[in-house]
């Protein structure tokens, strides 16, 4: 299917924007405008009202989340967030597929480019590496996702910002349970308790998630406990303990080819021979200490630290694995985590007019004990495959990053707003080799990326209810361990050719409340250089080189607004141009077959994405509604020559909610892709064996019950 792109629509909205605003104060002054609920997000700072930041960011309820919905995945409830295209690969094995702007789309496994918080404790890695396995959805609260520039302010990897925040236990205890069944045989259960008493409050989840898969060969489960603790000092400081444990075993489809997908869209025939897999044991807790020192002045500490352990059963075949460089098809990944981060949060005055101003240090670090070994027995020639054999790689990697960042926030005038930061990132990688057996010699080494991140923005409050901004900045991201961990040519050891991605970053936004609801634009204009692309990617594993300069030219377009009587609308649009601005070589060796021109799209990336959700959702009773997602086609290589169509698919869900004397119950059905469109539902970027697609289902139900007791 096929949009037309719109992207000039911005100039039109620059016109209408103010005259619909002006309409606006007219009738709130008249007495006739409903009141927008003010909503708030994070900043370095503190709360701050999403309309006052220089930004887009979005902010998602854990409530609609779960609120007739599975309750797994974020791809789940973040359609509607523009910009952003997150994708349910329908493989547990590899994670969400999840860009922002087109940052992150390379990703074949894990989260890349994006940065990842949950409850301001990373859940992206230092090297830049994200993974979602450990968000429980059963407790959060809300998410935020921040877009462009001053998304840089958070460091490495950061072309977006997705930060999961936990609920906070409050009054008297309550005990909730929650199921869902769905197709496929999947089954979710989950169970909480919450409350508060005097100077503490507490959150304790769990929740189990079982599903024989869409496809053959993705069976998967995940059990989940997640944890939240706050403590109120007399001094009128605060700590907060979380705390989080994750167990994954999931079996991997792989990718398909165009026959395969043709002749059984469901098949996993390479993975059933391999018996591709990955099992992960991951631990982590941090604690944060909060306190103001005065009227104007604050502190806030937080340390974190864990412990994540994966085991990974490749489709390499023996015959791949007889060079004595050779890495073998089973990884094994030994990781301990931790890091601290110190704020300091000023108010004051500059030039008589508030200055705000926050100063802080953030140090991570990551030690890897990274293992290979063969994925069979026996001889080459009549192989036990999908077995653990000999050892053929064994290392130890290092990875730190020490960032000193400050931010500024200025009200110059009663409509004017100046914001300015910097960051000055450096990471660190050292490798020490401890396989060293012949002809594999010892491939130790270090490499170190630095790199100074300004942002600014200015913010322009033509009205109340409109507020204009431009803002822009300089990002940069290193390649990650994964992605260093193998060389294009076969030899041993990491990939320390591979230079870190910096991006500049411009964009243009306006936000207005309208009519009791919420309208924003934003035009935005990204140059990289030193991109980082997939350079092979053969029976998954991947390697990865530098493609020269990039552009990402985008549009924006959201709109969510709720009647009195409970209708609600969400409209969410993203127009994006992504493309290679130099001629590079996508094989290994180059061959002329092999060049990319200038002027191809970046795979992985739909340029167009619409999602529009409308429904009635009052607080009790009987309650329904329908969604609609779309995406236009995506190139599945960088030589644009296969690709995925476009698709559309619906859903409905109803619903009802009560309560009775002390029970809040919640009940609900749904219907996924209810007209059983058959589509890819995401993409394996430049698969070596042309095995690019991943299907997505048919038509699929879900139905789900909660109750919770407040004694």
Known sequence: MKFSAAPTACLLLAAWFPALAQEEDQARDAGSAPTLGEITVSTPAGPTPLFDVAGSVDRVEGAAMRDSRLGVNLSESLSGVPGLQIQNRQ????????????????STFGVRGVRLYVDGIPATLPDGQGQT????????????????????????SSGGVVQTFTETGEGPPRLGFSMAVASFGTTRTGVMASGSSGAVDYLLSAG?????????????????????????????????????????????????TAEQYALNRRSAAVATQFDTRKSVDQTQAGLTY??????????????????????QYQAIPPSAQSSPTSAGGVIGLDRDFGGVDLRWISQMRLADRPFELVAGLEYNKLREHRTGYENFLGPVARPVLGVQGRLRRNEVNEVYNLDPYVQGNWR????????????????????????????????????????????????????????????????????????????????????????PAVNDSLEVGAK???????????????????????????????????????TRDGFELAWQHETEDHWRTQLAYTWLDARYSDTFCATVPCTAAGLVPAGNRIPGIAPQALFASYGWVPPQGWRAGTELRALSSIEANDRNTVSAPGYAVVALFAGYVMQWQRWDLNAFARIDNLFDRQYIGSVIVNEGNARYYEPAPGRNWTMGLSAAYRF
């Open 91 to 106: 493989n547990y094995a590899q994670d969400l597929q999840i860009s922002i702007r087109g940052f992150g789309a390379r």
């Open 133 to 156: 396995s450990n968000i429980d959805i059963g407790s959060v609260d809300h998410v935020e996702v921040l877009r462009g520039p001053f998304s840089a302010l958070y460091g490495n």
């Open 208 to 256: 189990r998630f079982e599903t024989d898969g869409y496809r053959d060969h993705s069976a998967a489960y995940r059990d989940i406990v997640n944890g939240k603790f706050g403590l109120a000092l007399d001094d009128g400081s605060r700590l907060t303990l979380v705390a989080n444990s994750v167990h994954l075993n999931a079996q991997d489809p792989l990718g398909l």
């Open 290 to 311: 909060e306190r103001r020192l005065d009227g104007d002045n604050a502190l806030r500490l937080m340390v974190y630290g864990g412990e994540r352990k994966t085991s």
């Open 412 to 499: 110059f005038a009663d409509r004017w707003t100046l914001e300015a930061g910097v960051r000055r990132s450096s990471v660190d990688f050292d490798s020490q080799d401890h396989y060293i057996v012949g002809a594999n010699g010892n491939d130790s080494g270090s490499a170190r990326y630095t790199e100074t991140l300004p942002v600014a923005s200015l913010r322009y409050e033509a009205t109340r209810d409109l507020a204009l901004y431009t803002s822009v900045g300089r990002g940069f991201e290193t390649p990650t361990l994964n992605e260093l961990s193998y060389r294009p040519d076969g030899r041993g050891g990491l990939n320390f050719a591979l230079q």
């Open 512 to 550: 207005a409340r309208l009519a009791g609801g919420l309208l924003t634009a934003a035009l935005f204009k990204t140059r990289t250089s030193d991109e980082i692309v997939t350079a092979t990617n053969i029976g998954g594993r991947a390697t990865f080189q530098n493609a020269g300069r990039t």
